[in-house]
């Protein structure tokens, strides 16, 4: 089993930026990816980028391509998205994510993110 929780969400002006993070337990020696998606009432929840915490390599959807950052502390089983340039349709909420190497997914509770005037 895998726990994750996220913190770091919250209402910010457009243009402005947020970090989230998500901090892993349980069995993270598993864990093969880690992500982020987010979901807004009435649509599908969507990728917005993962994350190989041993090889580190990114993949982003177009929509946070060259704004978000997604990025891994092994060391304190972290996960961090860097949001920057945020506009209003950046407004969900984001969920962190993981999958182990048995293909069993994870999800934490989800936090909240407010981008308005």
């Known amino acids: 089993q895998v726990q994750l929780v996220e913190s770091g969400g919250g209402l910010v002006q457009p243009g402005g930026s947020l970090t989230l993070s998500c901090v892993a337990s349980?069995?993270?020696?598993?864990?093969?990816?880690m992500g982020w998606y987010r979901q807004v009432p009435g649509k599908q929840r969507e990728v917005v980028a993962t994350?190989?915490?041993?090889?580190?390599?990114?993949n982003y959807a177009d929509s946070a391509t060259g704004r978000f950052t997604i990025s891994r502390d092994n060391a304190k089983n972290t996960v961090y998205l860097q949001m920057n340039n945020l506009k209003p349709e950046d407004t969900a909420v984001y969920y962190c994510?993981?999958?182990?190497?048995?293909?069993?997914?994870?999800w934490g509770q989800g936090t909240r993110v407010a981008v308005s005037s």
């Open positions: 994350i190989t915490p041993r090889g580190g390599r990114t």
């Open positions: 349980g069995s993270v020696f598993s864990i093969y990816v």
């Open positions: 994510y993981a999958r182990n190497q048995g293909n069993l997914h994870y």
